[in-house]
């Protein structure tokens, strides 16, 4: 089962806001902050701006195809 283009922004917004809330956990002190920690927050916005783009992308090219 292939996933639309609005799953992919869906999930892609979810790991954008997780890496926006984890540093801020960490600046304000609820969890330990930690190297590894940091990579996770970092990667989970990257791919999830990735994500959103091509689900952007992929929810265009439906619209030109009809």
Do not use: C, H, T
């Not at 922004?9 to 930690?34: D, E, K």
């Amino acid at each position: 089962m292939k996933a639309e283009g609005s799953q992919y922004i869906i999930i892609g917004f979810a790991l954008v806001v997780f890496g926006a809330v984890v540093p801020f956990l960490m600046v304000i002190g609820v969890i330990n902050p930690s190297f590894w920690l940091s990579i996770l927050a970092y990667s989970a916005s990257v791919v999830g701006l990735f994500l959103g783009v091509f689900g952007a992308f992929d929810i265009r090219q439906e619209e030109l195809d009809k």
